[in-house]
């Protein structure tokens, strides 16, 4: 699926009013975002091959196997790591700025960087 929105947004032109400075910033996180939405899938596929893991064991945490923890571990970073970018270091105005959420295939709309913020920071608990 991660695959399949990175062509959809590849397609989507950068707004008019983008340098080139800016489209390359779009092109950086965009392929920064699905890189994360691959990795933890990637992960629970090298278990499945490996023979450690089956898919459905995702669904019996207490197991321990270390597949299993590391796919948990990489979602639960990812999802931090980017409220945390988004909340403390500036990430809310780079996606107001270049329109982030719409080029990754959000409703087009006004966003406010406290808006993204407030979103952000919900995002934390839900994993």
Do not use: H
């Not at 994360?36 to 064991?57: E, K």
């Amino acid at each position: 699926m991660a695959a399949v929105q990175y062509l959809f947004s590849k397609r989507r032109s950068a707004p008019p009013d983008c340098t080139p400075e800016a489209v390359a910033q779009i092109d950086f996180y965009r392929n920064v975002w699905f890189s994360g939405q691959a990795l933890p899938w990637l992960i629970l596929g090298v278990g499945n091959l490996s023979g450690n893991l089956n898919v459905w064991s995702v669904f019996r945490l207490g197991d321990g196997n270390p597949f299993e923890l590391a796919f948990i571990g990489v979602i639960l970073a990812l999802v931090w790591g980017g409220a945390g970018w988004c909340i403390c270091a500036g990430g809310a105005k780079k996606i107001v700025d270049l329109r982030l959420i719409e080029q990754f295939g959000g409703k087009a709309g006004n966003y406010t960087e406290r808006g993204v913020k407030i979103i952000a920071g919900m995002a934390m608990f839900a994993p």
